[in-house]
């Protein structure tokens, strides 16, 4: 896999790109979280200036991330649109149109509030895959208690799945000589789940601040860092 790096779960194993996807090559399923589609024109529609060309960012990102992968399965960890329907979010419904050959589904997510029918798009709010369960939200996420999930809460409930979650937009910040500090986009595992980085050019990036397995993502590589 040109440019992924292979993250082990049991038996099985992960591929991580750059652009923040996580692909499953036994079953050819493809993780994608946080997109947050429509946010750029939604900013524009309150009156907030904002460049037209994140959104065309977007979609270039889309298109190769389904054009790397034939026939696959696409799942959505949530967040794939950002709030009400626009002209920039219509734009997903054609490429979805352009790889007929794939299949979309999507775990609803938080902003997902105005989701187009669509027969390409499959809408659940969770889908176990082999041993992986997908969710938008991790067990226990409180944001504003600064809790991205509850451990305890994930081991009496979730014990016999790998939880795969969006949501959190994590990140990491490394600290260099002086005040030098890089913040990036990051994956984040532990033994009980994973969390996928935003894949959206228009998020944000948030340290977690709990032990784990962390993946960044800078200048289109990704490495391992702690």
Not at 33 to 56: C, E, M, N, Q
Not at 146 to 169: A, K, M, T, V, W
Not at 192 to 203: D, I, K, N
Request: charged share 15%.
């Amino acid at each position: 896999m040109l440019g992924a790096i292979a993250h082990s779960i049991g038996a099985h194993t992960l591929w991580l790109y750059p652009d923040g996807t996580a692909y499953w090559a036994e079953e050819n399923t493809l993780f994608i979280a946080d997109v947050h589609l429509g946010k750029s024109g939604h900013f524009r529609a309150f009156g907030i200036p904002t460049p037209k060309g994140i959104h065309t960012h977007a979609m270039r990102l889309l298109r190769n991330a389904f054009a790397r992968h034939d026939a696959a399965q696409i799942i959505f960890l949530g967040d794939l649109f950002h709030n009400l329907q626009n002209t920039e979010t219509r734009d997903l419904l054609d490429l979805m149109e352009e790889f007929a050959e794939h299949s979309f589904v999507l775990i609803k997510g938080n902003h997902d509030v105005d989701i187009p029918v669509h027969s390409s798009l499959e809408v659940t709010n969770h889908l176990a895959v082999g041993p992986f369960l997908c969710l938008h939200e991790p067990p226990g996420s409180n944001f504003d208690q600064n809790i991205p999930f509850d451990p305890d809460l994930i081991q009496s409930n979730y014990s016999e799945n790998f939880l795969l979650c969006g949501h959190l937009h994590p990140g990491a910040t490394l600290k260099g000589k002086g005040r030098g500090r890089i913040k990036m986009k990051a994956f984040f595992f532990n033994d009980s789940l994973g969390v996928l980085p935003a894949f959206g050019p228009f998020t944000g990036a948030h340290p977690l601040q709990v032990e784990g397995k962390y993946y960044g993502i800078a200048e289109g590589r990704i490495f391992p860092l702690f």
